[in-house]
């Protein structure tokens, strides 16, 4: 995820992204979880975080370099080791300064025979710079995406593993890995252009024609694995799909996590959902953590900075999430 959307008035904006504090003062509280049975199998937050850990250890995933090209073919062999039918959409994007990105989306079905899927979708590459970290020096430096990135990936990857093999789910199940999405515009670039992010993902939306089958919703994944994150309901979300963003907090809370999903409206962002939204006409919805009282970023601490990092890893919220998840999947 990258920015707030336009609706915000810029004074607010720029006060949001480029505040001078680097850090949230607050010592995080821990989040209660309520105890309770969730339906379907039980999400692996050790599976998930090793999932997360093993896409960091290919270094940051930015467009057109080794890791990301190494780490994307893992991406898909491990779909395809949990049973998934997979397919690699590949696309030449123009990135905001013109460099021609070498971009993949890669999709992977569970039970593709059936008639309504559900989608569930993140992007998969990293931050090619840390525009958002409070030591200036860093600002050219890629970031590691544990959380802006690996974090969605690892969870749907979890998710897919629990799947595999299971016969009872009324739906299919389409997991997409965006990819192109993080190289929008960065704050130290005299550039202005709001259509520079979800480049991936306004190519998926723009080529999809469902055959055969329908999707009758999408959830978006965005920092999910974030320490003391918490998931208000997203403005835009709200606006496109509000009875889907309904579905998904309901199940959150009935698995126990209503500390993880606060029943508010956050801001709205611009992020993958909107062209999966507007060009796929899929109700889609945010999963993406909001800090209010956080100064250096509405989006938490490590939000394209350095530190986005395995050290700033929570396997609780990695729970909470996929939990949930599972939750909404196995309740339709």
């Known amino acids: 995820m990258k920015h707030s959307n336009i ?27 309520i105890e309770v049975r969730p339906e379907g199998p039980d999400f692996n937050a050790d599976s998930a975080y090793a999932y997360c850990y093993a896409q960091c250890e290919f270094g940051p995933r930015t467009m057109n370099s080794d890791a990301h090209e190494r780490c994307g073919q893992w991406i898909a062999g491990k779909f395809q080791e949990f049973g998934c039918q997979v397919e690699l959409q590949q696309a030449a994007l123009t990135g905001y300064d013109g460099t021609m990105l070498k971009a993949t989306n890669i999709i ?47 969870v749907m990857l979890e998710v ?25 515009v960065p704050q130290w670039s005299n550039h202005s252009d709001f259509n520079s992010w979800a480049l991936g993902a306004n190519y998926w939306a723009s080529h999809y024609k469902p055959d055969g089958f329908s999707t009758i919703f999408g959830i978006l994944l ?38 993880y999903f606060p029943k508010n409206v956050g801001g709205g962002v611009t992020d993958d959902h909107l062209p999966v939204n507007e060009k796929a006409g899929i109700p889609t919805v945010d999963i993406i953590p909001h800090y209010p009282d956080c100064e250096a970023s509405s989006f938490g601490p490590t939000w394209h900075t350095v530190s986005d990092d395995m050290d700033h890893i929570d396997k609780n919220t990695l729970k909470a999430v996929g939990q949930t998840v599972i939750q909404v999947l196995f309740t339709e």
Not at 121 to 150: E, F, I, K, L
Not at 160 to 184: K, P
């Open 7 to 33: 609706f915000i008035p810029l004074i607010v904006l720029l006060a949001i992204m480029i505040s001078s504090g680097a850090s949230c003062q607050r010592k995080p509280k821990p989040i209660e979880v």
């Open 222 to 259: 965005d920092m999910v694995g974030g320490q003391a994150a918490q998931f208000y309901q997203e403005d835009m979300s709200m606006r496109y799909a509000p009875r889907i963003v309904e579905r998904v907090w309901n199940a959150a809370h009935a698995a126990g996590y209503s500390g």
């Open 160 to 184: 897919a593993r629990l799947l595999q093999g299971n016969d009872s789910l009324n739906y299919g199940i389409d997991f997409v890995c965006f990819d192109a999405e993080d190289w929008g």
């Open 108 to 154: 992977a079905r569970v039970h593709p025979e059936k008639q309504q899927h559900i989608l569930i979708c993140a992007h998969w590459d990293s931050r090619p710079w840390a525009d958002n970290d409070p030591d200036s020096t860093n600002w050219m430096t890629p970031v590691m995406a544990a959380n802006d990135g690996a974090s969605g990936v690892a």
